[in-house]
């Protein structure tokens, strides 16, 4: 079966050139999701352990909101020169993790797809000008919505500590099955 295991944007299959064959690509997709798993799991270790402890979800939101940030920068400390993990999301809760043009083209596109029924859960590699990108869509599970689901479902005290931290705040309101975000990689190509 010769099923190739991510997807290509228009855009990025315009500009692909020799050296981005599909067999280097898939390495790429490979390589960014070791990454990407590497901050997926210490979220999700962290994130299980509060709400186990206190399943309200406050212990697990006041978790969030102080050590998310440290940790993925603590993540990224270990990684090679040149290797970066984010996450982001359309509608945000921490401005400083904003999407750009082809983060927002990503999701989007995951988005239609999940309308139309055609959504798989894949890892999807793009180019950004030498370097590739390795996007994971972050799926919204039940757990999820302790924080991220309706507003009126949400625990007041994890919601006025929400408030608090994130004045701003767009991430509520999802349903299991939407997208909430992606982890994205973004490594260097070897030219
Ligand atoms: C206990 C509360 C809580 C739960 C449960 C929770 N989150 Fe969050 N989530 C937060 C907080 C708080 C932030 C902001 C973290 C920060 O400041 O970096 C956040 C941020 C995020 C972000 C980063 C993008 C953004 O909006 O800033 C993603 C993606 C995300 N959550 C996905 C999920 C997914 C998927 C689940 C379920 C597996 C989940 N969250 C469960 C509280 C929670």
Same mark, same amino acid.
């Given at each position: ?55 309200s ?24 020169k040149?290797?970066t ?34 959504f ?10 030498g370097?590739a ?18 507003? !009126? ?6 919601? !006025? ?26 490594l260097?190509?070897?030219?």
């Amino acid at each position: 079966m010769k099923k190739i295991a991510f997807t290509l944007s228009m855009a990025a299959a315009v500009t692909l050139t020799a050296a981005e064959a599909p067999a280097d690509k898939q390495a790429v997709a490979k390589e960014g999701v070791g990454y990407i798993k590497q901050l997926g799991k210490e979220l999700k270790s962290n994130l299980k352990k509060y709400l186990k402890q206190d399943p309200s979800g406050l212990q697990a939101a006041y978790f969030c909101s102080k050590s998310a940030q440290d940790l993925t920068q603590k993540v990224n400390a270990k990684f090679p020169k040149g290797v970066t993990v984010r996450r982001t999301a359309l509608k945000l809760r921490n401005p400083r993790d904003k999407a750009d043009a082809t983060d927002i083209e990503v999701m989007k596109k995951m988005e239609a797809q999940i309308n139309a029924g055609t959504f798989k859960k894949k890892p999807v590699v793009m180019d950004v000008g030498g370097k590739a990108r390795v996007y994971v869509p972050l799926m919204t599970q039940k757990a999820c919505l302790k924080c991220h689901g309706p507003v !009126e479902k949400i625990d007041p005290k994890v919601a !006025e500590l929400i408030k608090k931290n994130y004045p701003q705040d767009r991430a509520t309101g999802f349903k299991e099955g939407d997208l909430r975000g992606v982890i994205v990689a973004e490594l260097p190509v070897d030219q």
